[in-house]
């Protein structure tokens, strides 16, 4: 946490999207970094050990799609917690590392601030 406030990293490439998202998580009160595809949240996550959540979309350019990075993050950060969203596929709860959270898009604005409090806290 950064200054007591949760940081949230958000990787998506649709600048309207991710605008969007950063919005959300600012008006819950939340730090929001961002970045619009893999390379750019690790190359994020490698110069700040501050960040708490990453909130990512699975279909992205490049060489990572949003499951193969939380994967990726969850072997090298630990620690930070995951929450992945997509609008074309509907993933199985098993694909994802253990302790993600799965949302459909569009998603529920109220469900995402909910699951980065619950996820915050260590309630799930």
Do not use: C, Q
């Not at 609008?87 to 459909?104: D, M, N």
């Amino acid at each position: 946490m950064n200054n007591g406030k949760a940081v949230v990293l958000i990787v998506e490439d649709s600048t309207i999207i991710r605008m969007g998202a950063v919005d959300l998580v600012l008006s819950a009160g939340y730090e929001a970094l961002e970045a619009n595809d893999a390379e750019g949240a690790i190359r994020i996550l490698e110069a700040r050990n501050d960040v708490d959540i990453v909130f990512t979309d699975v279909r992205m350019p490049g060489t990572m799609d949003g499951i193969k990075l939380s994967h990726y993050i969850h072997d090298r950060w630990p620690p930070v917690k995951l929450i992945v969203a997509s609008g074309e596929a509907i993933l199985e709860k098993s694909s994802l590392p253990t302790g993600s959270r799965f949302f459909s898009k569009p998603y529920d604005e109220r469900s995402i601030t909910d699951a980065i409090a619950l996820l915050i806290s260590g309630d799930i």
